[in-house]
């Protein structure tokens, strides 16, 4: 019977145990650690949520989608009433956070301000599709080609 020999580096040779004593493998080199999927982005909205009491939320966390993200949508009655508004209630149940609001639900979403809403669709898009939230920009006066967040970030940046 065959068997892995185990040392504290993990599986090391095959050991056959009617073969007698071993002589001194060779090293075995670990595996690289996996890389880590970044599965949650921040973001900062042009012009902010503006809740009841007049407080504005501008930062926020978006995760990515999962399948179910996508099809949940689809049974959704609004959804099914106007197509248009699928996109509120995906965002809906991928935005994490938006200021002090941990339960971002439709009806927040609905009252985004339209460059806000149209922000939110562009990050989910991108961090769906492309997994990052850089774009590639050039300078119109220099011609220096450069990445920027469109996260965002402090004012004056996208």
């Known amino acids: 019977m065959r068997r892995r020999g185990v040392s504290a580096g993990g599986l090391d040779t095959l050991v056959d145990p009617a073969a007698g004593p071993q002589e001194a493998a060779a090293p075995v080199v670990a595996p690289a650690a996996p890389v880590r999927l970044q599965t949650e982005f921040t973001f900062q909205l042009p012009r902010g949520y503006v809740d009841e009491d007049g407080t504005v939320h501008r930062d926020g966390s978006m995760r990515l989608a999962t399948a179910r993200d996508e099809l949940a949508?689809?049974?959704?009655?609004?959804?099914?009433?106007?197509?248009?508004?699928?996109?509120?209630?995906?965002?809906?149940?991928?935005?994490?956070?938006?200021?002090?609001?941990?339960?971002?639900?439709?009806?927040?979403?609905?009252?985004?301000?339209?460059?806000?809403?149209?922000?939110?669709?562009?990050?989910?898009?991108?961090?769906?599709?492309?997994?990052?939230?850089?774009?590639?920009?050039?300078?119109?006066?220099?011609?220096?080609?450069?990445?920027?967040?469109l996260a965002g970030g402090r004012p004056g940046e996208s």
């Not at 009806?107 to 590639?136: C, K, M, P, W």
């Open 73 to 149: 949508p689809l049974v959704d009655l609004r959804v099914k009433q106007n197509p248009a508004y699928l996109s509120i209630v995906l965002l809906s149940l991928v935005i994490t956070r938006l200021g002090t609001i941990t339960q971002v639900r439709a009806e927040v979403v609905e009252r985004l301000f339209a460059s806000d809403l149209a922000f939110l669709q562009d990050l989910y898009r991108r961090i769906n599709a492309e997994g990052h939230t850089l774009a590639e920009v050039t300078c119109p006066a220099c011609e220096s080609v450069f990445e920027v967040d």
